[in-house]
């Protein structure tokens, strides 16, 4: 096993490698806009990370309130069961996926909301307005909803607006997921697109995601297999 990564500071690391900015070292101490993290000039991206830490799973007032929708749901005859650790959204009927995105998604929306103003307040601020917007959520922590169903709710939420993020991508750093019919864990990236206009060139993600592979690789000694924007 590697040691646990601190994930700010490796992907401070990688972004300089690739000769992008690492704006905290570059702005005043007490900067007057809600900065972003990272600006890749040569790819034209504002980019902001934001660590998914908290385990919903040890926490309690959140586990309440899935285990009293879920008895909800079975007394209405939706479901049947007991209420398990992990849910998956496209495993539940319609309105009882509907009523946990809700349930769900309001930290995620504030994590969200923040991310897609500091992106707006950089790219306004240091006059970048043909930048694209980043958002890069690393779930390192988070065990209560499976990868899929986050990057469910991650596009569900910016379905709605937050128009200056034009590409998310969850990722895993210290956490590795189980893939059906995979017998190894795997690390993972996972981007989500807005229309072709709007959104960052794949290949320019692509590029990103092999570079950060890479930087991984060697900071952990570990070589990684890759299946499509899955990292193994």
């Excluded at 007991?82 to 309001?106: F, G, K, M, Q, Y």
């Excluded at 937050?162 to 750093?173: A, E, L, R």
Aim: charged content about 20%; some cysteine.
């Amino acid at each position: 096993m590697t040691d646990h990564i601190d994930i700010e500071l490796a992907f401070d690391s990688f972004v300089r490698s690739i000769g992008g900015v690492v704006l905290k070292n570059d702005i005043a101490d007490s900067p007057s806009f809600e900065n972003a993290d990272y600006v890749l000039h040569e790819q034209q991206i504002v980019a902001e990370l934001k660590c998914l830490e908290v385990n919903k799973i040890d926490d309690s007032v959140y586990m309440g309130k899935i285990d009293a929708a879920w008895q909800k749901w079975r007394a209405s005859g939706l479901i049947t069961g007991d209420t398990p650790e992990r849910i998956v959204l496209n495993e539940l009927p319609h309105r009882c996926a509907r009523e946990l995105v809700a349930l769900t998604s309001l930290p995620l929306k504030g994590v969200i909301k923040k991310a897609n103003r500091q992106i707006r307040q950089t790219k306004d601020t240091l006059n970048l307005p043909s930048y694209k917007g980043l958002l890069l959520l690393a779930n390192d922590g988070n065990f209560a909803l499976p990868l899929n169903t986050l990057c469910q709710l991650v596009g569900g939420i910016l379905s709605g607006g937050y128009t200056s993020i034009n590409c998310s991508v969850v990722f895993s750093v210290n956490m590795v997921a189980q893939l059906p019919g995979v017998d190894i864990p795997c690390m993972v990236w996972m981007p989500s697109y807005r229309s072709q206009a709007k959104s960052i060139s794949p290949d320019v993600m692509v590029s990103i995601r092999d570079g950060w592979t890479a930087f991984h690789e060697k900071m952990t000694g570990q070589t990684c297999r890759r299946f499509g924007d899955i990292v193994v």
